[in-house]
């Protein structure tokens, strides 16, 4: 009798680890989805900052980007789906300064995001653009965000025909125009300025214009919003950009498999012990 309840006790045990260890299975497949964020700064006349993304409620930054310069876009970054806040300093400041701007941002599962400093110093502001990642069948996706001081309006055309921005006031965005696939020359044109770029679209592609005021007059940076199938690109526009991404977390997996490990073990030792007293008291009649 003695016996059968201490092998039922272990038993208990061994499944209580068992569970221990699905323990990151289980958060795994209750978490609500991932989104994906990126990070610009389209402020013309506004020095370089560093800018912070933080998840709701936690003071630590889960992404930092260093020394972020007009015309600077960080890669898209995949965080889980929740509610975040943007903070924007000075270069160099220190991570616990008054930021010089903030904001907040709500990421859905499956969406994208881009939170930009936009508009002249005076004025300047974070905002927070909805990006799109699927487009109509056969088509490709294209906007404008029109980031030029210089050229307060800007008529962006497309050699495919048409006009995607005919009247773009300097930082505002566009709606998204479908393309048709092809290798179509983008044309800002300022009152006084003109910039040319040719741009490859492929069916199933998104993409985002930006003008920017470059050395010698306007310029165009072509940025790719999804690369195709609903998914974001990994990489962004290092125009400027001198950042670097916090790394979270690693995975608790590792950790609780030598937590596991350790109790069998020490569950293993308890039941050869417990065996040995017990045939050392039936051998000797106690």
């Not at 800018?51 to 630590?60: K, T």
């Not at 941002?105 to 994208?112: F, G, I, L, P, Q």
């Amino acid at each position: 009798m003695k016996f059968s309840g201490i092998t039922r006790r272990i038993t208990i045990l061994l499944a209580a680890a068992a569970m221990l260890l699905g323990i990151p299975a289980a958060a795994a497949s209750a978490a609500q989805g991932t989104g994906w964020i990126r990070l610009a700064h389209f402020s013309p006349d506004t020095p370089a900052v560093d800018v912070y993304l933080y998840s709701f409620g936690n003071s630590s930054a889960k992404i930092v980007l260093h020394h972020v310069a007009y015309g600077t876009v960080s890669p898209y970054e995949a965080v889980a789906a929740g509610d975040y806040s943007v903070a924007m300093r000075a270069a160099g400041a220190s991570a616990t300064s008054q930021p010089v701007l903030s904001t907040s941002v709500t990421v859905k599962a499956d969406n994208a995001y881009t939170v930009a400093g936009m508009g002249p110093k005076s004025g300047l502001r974070l905002q927070v653009i909805d990006d799109t990642l699927t487009t109509p069948t056969g088509k490709s996706l294209v906007r404008v965000i029109q980031a030029s001081a210089k050229q307060q309006t800007v008529k962006f055309h497309c050699s495919c025909g048409g006009d995607i921005a005919p009247k773009a006031s300097f930082a505002s965005v566009s709606p998204y125009s479908p393309i048709p696939p092809g290798t179509w020359t983008m044309s800002a044109i300022g009152t006084s300025a003109k910039a040319e770029k040719p741009v490859k679209l492929v069916a199933g592609t998104v993409h985002t214009e930006v003008v920017l005021d470059g050395a010698d007059g306007l310029q165009i940076v072509d940025l790719e919003d999804a690369a195709g199938a609903g998914q974001p690109p990994a990489g962004g526009v290092t125009t400027g950009l001198g950042g670097t991404a916090g790394q979270g977390p690693g995975s608790a997996v590792p950790w609780l498999a030598v937590i596991g490990a350790g109790a069998l073990v020490t569950l293993a030792g308890g039941y050869r012990l417990r065996r040995n007293g017990l045939r050392r008291r039936l051998n000797t009649g106690a």
